[in-house]
């Protein structure tokens, strides 16, 4: 008889039990009146006298580890709360809840946007802030003389100048990212291009130094202005819901040809007229137009053989009409009264 495999076979047993009943069964078993204990101290009698001292020792510590571990796992079942007491808990009560975190309007507002021309094939594409004169203006065919190059209207950055592509500045506008995913890819391209951008404003209910503007463009073969129509239609509605009406109002821009501006009936009033639309039933919601063939030149593109439509819009202002906001300044404020409501 080997006791040490008599001790494993306890050992895992008692490992393996999960109720009080359990125990006490698995307890007769081993130190019952015809446990396997008990047989084995019957047996001692039987052997040579020379072998029973060492068994004797060894039966007998058996059954006082047995008694130990016995004691030890009644402790720890009865520690544990029994089934009914289990079932007592009543799991309709509130739980404990947790704060968590949610993500910005104007995140939400992007990624809304953003989503929806992903479903159109487009590809979101990042830009940098940090740009140059040349992506800002020249490339976007923004000649010397046109008034948002002024100092006082853009922020120029007092690092040396890259002299192929004159100042650094912050960018002014997400275009920017027109000129440079064009030098990154030949046609087929279909990108938004989300991103901060800064203009030396002052800061009033509508204004910002700091805002939010997607640009997105389409440049391949046969690109034309219904395209642009198709795409921005499919985006008002989208945004704005099933029922709003659409007009594009010739404008000009130096990189698109032809230019407009893009108006929706006003989601307020549904264009009878109001305050938030100036009671003129519409409301302006992006910039759009044809690139220019100057901008194709500029990254190498063949403007006979490429066309392409450009947009871009202002994500603060979406936002505020979308769910009623009356003040920018609102979006920078932390607030969590403010946030907590999107
Ligand atoms: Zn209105």
Known sequence: MDIKLIEEALNSEIRAVDSLQALEELKVKYLGRKGTIAQLTGAIPALAPEQRGLLGRQVNALKQKALELFAEKQ????????????????????????????????????????????????????????????????????????????????????????????????RSQTSTVQIRAMQKQDPPLAVVAPGRVYRPDAVDASHSFMFHQIEGFMVGEHISFADLKGVLEFFCKGIFGQDIRMRFRPHFFPFTEPSAEVDISCIICKGKGCPVCGRKGWLEILGSGMIHPNVFKTVGFDPKKYTGFAFGMGVERIAMLKYGITDIRLFCENDVRFLKQF
């Open 75 to 170: 402790g720890q079942l009865a520690a544990q709360p029994r089934p009914e007491q289990r079932a007592a808990v009543d799991i309709s009560l509130p739980g404990i809840s947790q704060d968590t975190g949610r993500l910005h309007p104007l995140t939400q507002v992007i990624d809304e946007i953003c989503g929806m021309f992903v479903h159109m094939g487009f590809t979101v594409v990042d830009g940098n802030e940090i740009e140059t004169e040349f992506a800002n203006f020249t490339g976007l065919n923004i000649p010397l003389e046109h008034p948002s190059r002024e100092a006082f209207d853009t922020f120029y950055l007092d690092v040396p100048a890259d002299s192929a592509e004159g100042k650094y500045l912050l």
